[in-house]
């Protein structure tokens, strides 16, 4: 691969409590003119015995389909960027700094290039390093993550990675199609009294027949696609659409659910083409519309999102050629004021209290040792001339997704969140005062509205 020229830009301003660092901004290559992809695939399914979704819900019994961490790499304009998504509940804090590092070092690039995504299946892994240490000091209490197990998946991870250094081919086109999801995504927090408070929630899973028949909500309806081709060859494909990925969970069977089901479908009928599905802003959104939790629901919604993927590769369209452009931003959130180290570490200590009113604290203590040795939050935008994939932390509301594309409106963003998982809900400002579940497990200040809207302009402007 020749050496491709580049721009340096690397900066710091402060705006607020948030901290900027911009990555390489204006790479040289472009379409057919040195960039180059490879792909890499390697099994993350976990272990018999080992915990789910952070302990809360039963450990692994079995397997039903085998879980995937899925990943291109680009090479050829400045250090190589790494897209890796992997079909977990979510890696965090610690954990996600650590599998960046390792990819990095298997790519040859630096940390801030690579992007780690979960696709947020429940019947997974949720790693979390610190929370795992921080409960394991505590007798009797069941852990989260198998460090060993995670360790292992990160060397599997390196090895496929390099191998796909060495056997990038060249990028002669990009291409981008779109496809509505017809009922899969609904608004979860639909039940509101007259102040506007929520009262109930629709979740993932629903039966409660008043709030089935409430409308879907707030959503982003689109499913979207970005394809890399090599002359007539399809490459790899990214397919973003935003909806908590689960149709049933809890009872130990390991699956990669209806939005893992659909992408293994249609990488079945394209088989030299690597598909990757990513979580958009899902965190106010869910199936529980649509879904009563039975296993025919879950085939229905495979069928459905499967069909949209197929819409969406047949609608393909070509990106405007331009320059690669890997953009990366940090901030620094501020902490929910709820959150206070001596009593989450009472409620941790706390015998007498439920799995998960004794793990959660866990996570939240893990968030605020986090932020005390420094560690920001990474945003990134992957973009090739008009095309965009911008990558998001945690579980943020949809409508941090709908705003990325009206500040780009001339632009194809699609995004991808639940990344860092280490701040676990982002809702908007507006949404705090109004309660409900997702708030109560924000562990940012609502400050993290304008922090994150900040960081998405910089990186799509």
């Avoid at 340096?8 to 948030?18: F, K």
């Avoid at 599997?156 to 999801?181: C, F, H, I, K």
């Amino acid at each position: 691969m020749p050496q491709i020229s580049r721009r340096h830009i690397m900066g710091a301003t402060a705006l607020g409590a948030a901290h900027w660092s911009l990555g390489d901004l204006s790479a040289s290559a472009t379409l057919g003119g040195g960039l180059a992809l490879g792909t890499f695939r390697f099994d993350v399914t976990p272990p018999l015995g080992h915990p789910c979704c952070g302990g809360w819900i039963s450990p692994v019994k079995s397997v039903e389909d085998p879980l995937e961490g899925l990943g291109i790499v680009l090479v050829g304009a400045g250090k190589p960027v790494v897209l890796c998504v992997v079909d977990w509940t979510g890696i965090l804090n610690g954990a996600h700094l650590a599998w960046r590092e390792a990819l990095a070092q298997a790519a040859g690039t630096t940390p801030e290039r690579v992007l780690v995504h979960c696709v947020h299946q429940h019947d997974a892994p949720f790693a979390c390093l610190e929370t795992q240490k921080i409960l394991a000091a505590q007798e009797g209490l069941a852990g989260t993550l198998w460090p060993d197990f995670n360790q292992r998946v990160i060397s599997r991870a390196q090895g496929a990675l390099a191998l796909a250094v060495q056997a990038a081919e060249p990028v002669t086109r990009m291409a981008r199609g779109s496809a509505r999801v017809e009922r899969v995504a609904s608004n979860r927090r639909m039940d509101r009294d007259a102040t506007g408070k929520v009262k109930s929630m629709r979740g993932s899973a629903c039966k409660d027949e008043r709030l089935i028949a409430m409308p879907e909500g707030t959503i982003d309806p689109e499913l979207k696609t970005i394809a890399f081709f090599s002359g007539a060859r399809r490459l790899a494909c990214l397919h973003t659409y935003a909806t908590h990925p689960m149709s049933h969970y809890g009872q130990g069977k390991v699956s990669s659910d209806f939005a893992g089901l659909a992408r293994k479908r249609v990488q079945a009928a394209d088989p030299g083409c690597l598909h990757l599905y990513l979580t958009g802003c899902a965190g106010n959104l869910a199936a529980g519309k649509y879904n009563d939790g039975t296993p025919r629901a879950r085939a229905e919604l495979t069928d459905r999102l499967a069909a949209a993927m197929t819409r969406s590769l047949a609608t393909l369209l070509p990106g405007a050629v331009g320059q690669f452009d890997f953009r990366s931003v940090e901030i620094r959130p501020g902490i929910n004021a709820g959150l206070v180290a001596e009593r989450l570490r009472e409620q941790i200590a706390n015998r007498k209290g439920t799995l998960a009113g004794r793990s959660r604290p866990g996570f939240e203590l893990a968030w605020l040792e986090r932020l005390s040795r420094g560690q920001p939050i990474v945003l990134g935008a992957l973009q090739l001339g008009d095309l965009c994939l911008l990558s998001l932390p945690g579980e943020c509301f949809v409508e941090y997704q709908l705003q990325a594309q009206k500040i780009a409106p001339n632009r194809f963003v699609a995004t991808a969140a639940y990344g860092d998982g280490g701040p676990w809900y982002i809702p908007t400002r507006q949404e705090y005062p109004c309660g409900g579940y997702e708030v109560s497990v924000a562990f940012c200040q609502p400050g993290v509205e304008e922090l994150l809207t900040g960081g998405i302009r910089k990186l799509l402007l």
